[in-house]
């Protein structure tokens, strides 16, 4: 494939399309694997958005905090019950009580042949979550999950999975919880453990690593369900997400397509909107990412991004007002929370406003901001253009005028964005799409593999033909229909990276601003 | 760094290898009955009662989600274990632990050890544990079988003295994608030559009646076979992996070399029993061959197995255990088939040469590859060098092998046909194929090709392929008409 990058640098330096943005001279003329990092299309002019945050100091004073409230809940186990009693109504009133519909029968066929099961227990054995049935049906079954982790650990040893024919449970321990994962598709088991650590710090993300760790040194036989009740259908959306999302698969996020002109009004006015302790502004249509401000020196974690996408798309309460709610960014931070503040721009918009804040009574602050933010927008036409765009949040794969070409993944790895067309009609039913994601999966887990990565992998199958290609600069998956050929799945690659270099202004968020 | 700190390497290595059955003590501190075999044998009796206890619990968890697919692996941090229920009940357990790397500390600190989980393949070691029931079938029978006979006791007994020894010929560090096939090298040969051996295997079937089964190998290659497939696939393993290796050395060595054994009086030919008594003019010597258990129309069948060299040709001629063999009827075999096997083998030897001859010289290949079929279990490698007894010494990168292995459990999931082509990281080019019940591997040494110049140069092979396939085909194939 290395002679098909090289022909396509010569397409480029041909001048077919000759750069004509400030940035671009400063960008790799083509896409080839040769390209440095940080400059293939989609690829952000500053420096990333979503990489691996340090801690945040300004969080350190509500570590101590907690700490402190640690210290007091070692006075005495009266003491410690109250607090969680005090916990678990502060929580209970956060959550809306959505009843789900979960009795089923756990010894019967329906039950067993669920494509994937969740389980969430306690080290000691406690029930914590599961994605079909009850906790209570099921908790002699987790307490045989945990007798399997903490057998195996007698041994100093850990247990990670078990496989039978078309069938794989794999164990996540991560103290103080143990998640299990039973699973009938095809996935690797380092795919499922990936979900796993999502549900984790989903778990996480409502309670600080702090307080769990808190609340099972005092009290190991805690009922963790009490404090998460009312939020499981978070976790279960999560779970669909991760079926359905390649965001998730990737580790990026997809943006609303937009002019880069309207974008940069809409990220100047977001930022220009500040405030003290206002960390992060984030706007979003839908699933896709409008703009994201941040904190100079501050960034927000792929995974952290994806928890906040999960909590506003799966709760319709945001859109009657302004929410408020204290949120845990794990990938920042396990220890303290943050105080989100979430709205609608308009009460029946897809545009959803978040921003983050490090200061617990900052709602009034962070809605005078919100104000200030729409008023720029409103006076400018950017506004209408950003309205516009929501009419089309996606596009048609014929757009990029490749012939058998079905379907398609872009990373650009050093912004941390990806696009994709959407789906077309032969993927349009629940099971294709999703078997179409399995498929995605397994690309990416071969390339990915721990000890042998993989450059690109070509599979050609009755059903489609796919090609995968990584480079140090961005990952592709293709999707063909069976009847294309290796040399058209090659020339195609080429015809692509052409497409999303001229259309990278419009995809990607090239220049993401800091406050 | 000082030169006695560096890092040591180790290989997956056979950690336990134990069989029970829940059934034999059920009843809580009888769980020792459960026991028939453990590997190593001075474990702790509690020990071993731990991790039986360990294997019936998974197994058991694992129906809770699956009732009718039982658990085949367990995968922990420092090892893995495979389950294999051969008849009811009765589980083989194998714990191999994974390679790992130690790294030395400063300071007089214990070493830091470091597992690679991701190296050992499930396919290649859950093959390996059916191999060694199957092994131990075809010697023994069945365990049901056993258990009748004399009491649990007999099992044990049985098993201890099987697997003592088998077990120290597992070379687990060197299995790989062959292990999985299981599949059985064919000779590639002209019809006419083909058609002399068929002629010579029904001669010596009609003058001596006894025998019921024959298979004719060349080169530890398979040619002719009467046998069942799946009770010559294991046949196959034992004359290639350990009979025929543990024979190699006397024969290499020169003739007045005291290893050779004593050729028996005439020099007419170079025919010699492999199994059964070693010198015939021996007064001493004890008609004893080894037994082997092959399927049959009612269960299965106990016959005498007779394997019978001359240079390079082998001669397996099996006969009803019922039968008592004698002197006289060794004499027989071995005035008939010697003369007639030692000319055979110096014809095929002659036909191979000729045809080698004509193909022309053999140029340095820019691919190795590794094809099988699973109707009718032909296998060709050109990756593997010559096993031995010990050692399957492969030419490529113990890495590529493992990305075939990924490959193979890709192609094994779905029942349909399907093509991968990868690019490794080393730009080594690997490309799997199955169609039709055949598979094929080829790794490709073309670091600077694409994929259309990888897919041209695999359909190049391909095209060869067709040729060879068809003579092997059609020797196995005949071979069952006759059969039957």
Redesign the interface.
Known sequence: ????GQRATVAWETGTLAPVDRLRTERADSPTPGLVEGTEPGAGGKSAMFVHAQSFEDLTAEAEEEALRGAELDKSEEDCTEELKALEEQHNNDFSSDGRAKEEDVSSEAW?SHRK?VFVLSEAGKPIYTRYGTEEALSS?MG??M??VS??EAEK???????????K?VFLTKSPLVLVG?SRT?QS?RELLRELQYIYYQIVSLLTLTQLNHIFQHKQNYDLRRLLAGSEYLTDNLLRRLDRDPGLLLSAVTCLPLASSARDVVSSSLQAAKAKSLVFSILLAGDRLVTLVRKKDQVLHHMDLHLVFNLVGSSSSFREGEGWTPICLPKFNTAGFFHAHISYLEPASELCLILVSTDREDFFNMSDCKRRFLERLSKRSAYQTLKDALKCPSYSVAQVGIPELRHFLYKSKSSGLYTSPEFPVVYESDEEQERLMGLYQ?LHS?LH??????????????TENLLAWVTSGFELYLCFSPLAT??L??SAVNKLLKWIRKEEDRLFILSPLTY | MASGMQEKQYTPSLLSFFIYNPTFGPREGEEEKKILFYHPSDVEKNEKIRNVG?CE??VQ??R????T???????????RQFFFEPEDNFWIVMVVRNPMIEKPNKDGKPPTVEY????IL?TVYGAVVKQCYSMYKLFNGTFGRAVEAGGVEMLIQKLEKFFYRYLQTLHLQSCDLLDVFGGISFFPLDKMTYLKIQSFVNRVEESLSLIKYTAFLYNDQLIWSGLEQDDMRILYKYLTTSLFPRHSEPELAGRDSPLRPEVAGNLLHYGRFLTGPTNLKDPEAKFRFPKIFVSAEDGYEELHLIVYKAMSAAACFMINASVELTREFCEQLDGLVGPQLTLLASDICEQFTINRRISGPEKEPQFKFIYFNHMNLAEKSTIHMRKTASVCLTSVHP?LM??LG?INC?FS??D??????????T?YWVVGKKSDQRELYVILNQK??????V?EEVKRLCATFTTLRTVNTAGYHDSISVMQ
């Open positions: 494939m290395d002679g098909e067993r099961h079954t045989v999950m007798a399997l057998f195996v040893n850990i247990i990670r999975s078990i496989h039978a024919d078309g069938c449970v039973v095809c088991d397994d071969c593999h721990p000890t042998r990565p993989l450059r690109s992998f070509y599979r050609c199958s009755e290796k040399a799945a090659v | 360990l619990a998974i968890f694992t809770t989600f699956c009732p697919k039982p658990a085949k692996s367990l995968h922990t941090q420092k090892n690679q989980e991701e190296e499930d890495d493992k990305i990924d890709d999931r779905v349909e046909d399907e093509e991968i082509i990868v690019k490794a990281m730009d600077n090709a694409n994929l259309i110049e897919n």
